[in-house]
């Protein structure tokens, strides 16, 4: 059984993981044996993450690619760099806040362009390989907010609905090949951009109050959705979207 989940000898691009969910993905596969591939805008910062993960000379590797991912020209020019990729997390993603009526475009356009553009332009360049090769993981990082409404994100919850329906439309077209695709929605997680929200009496009563687990997420509890969408365990699920988010998207 434990050879299902094995990700020994795999390559995996986890986008955003210098910190928050992405890392802590990004600590999952690579105790499953993945090696992986760190990705963020700051040198410097992937670097140390990258040692604190390192023990010496141990296998399996973990390095590390500084690229905006909402930036075609430096997702193409770096990904035929990095060799192959057998498991790609799309996990980069911004908010801002604001009503909706006042909302700048400027910043609507921000919000999509990091949620959805990063992700297609990071999927296609990937893709190609993957489908020459017959195997692929894709695993696209969405949200309760795929599902639901809130005020004050409605960007936001705009642009994780579509990044399902990418999900989706990926798996329509490429599931042929031998790829899978699928999404984790998470729910309300303790996150450094979270923190605040955590911190807010009001706030934190009505999310645990909301949530039938009765309490937000740690972002460890995300890695074992992310090894079994990386692994041959999940061969012939596809399309599919994993909420990981303590009951709220199943109750009222």
């Not at 390559?11 to 802590?24: E, H, M």
């Not at 993603?93 to 400027?106: C, E």
């Not at 955590?198 to 937000?216: G, H, I, K």
């Not at 995300?222 to 109750?251: E, K, P, Q, R, W």
Request: charged share 15%; glycine share 10%.
């Amino acid at each position: 059984m434990n050879s299902l989940f094995d990700l020994s000898g795999k390559r995996a691009l986890i986008t955003g993981s210098s910190q928050g969910i992405g890392l802590a993905i990004a600590k999952a596969l690579h105790l499953a044996g993945a090696e992986i591939i760190l990705n963020g805008r700051n040198e410097d910062k992937l670097k140390q993450v990258a040692q604190s993960l390192s023990k010496g000379n141990d296998v399996p590797k973990v390095s590390f690619a500084a690229f905006d991912v909402s930036d075609v020209k430096a997702v193409k020019d770096t990904i035929e760099g990095l060799g192959q990729i057998d498991i790609l997390v799309n996990n980069t993603g911004m908010t801002i806040r604001g009503a909706l009526l006042d909302f700048a475009p400027v910043d609507w356009q921000a919000v999509m362009h990091t949620n959805v553009d990063s992700m297609f332009y990071v999927s296609q360049a990937v893709a190609g390989s993957m489908i020459a090769r017959g195997a692929g993981k894709i695993i696209n990082i969405c949200s309760v907010q795929s599902e639901l409404g809130r005020p004050s994100i409605v960007p936001y919850t705009a642009s994780k609905g579509a990044v399902k329906m990418l999900t989706k439309g990926m798996c329509a077209e490429w599931a042929k090949y031998g790829l899978q695709i699928n999404g984790i929605a998470p729910g309300y997680f303790v996150t450094e951009l979270t923190q605040k929200l955590v911190d807010d009496p009001s706030f934190n009563a009505w999310l645990c109050q909301r949530t039938p687990a009765n309490r937000w997420g740690q972002v460890d509890e995300l890695g074992g959705a992310a090894v079994f969408l990386a692994s041959a365990a999940s061969s012939y699920v596809n399309g599919h979207i994993l909420a990981v988010d303590g009951g709220m998207t199943a109750a009222v």
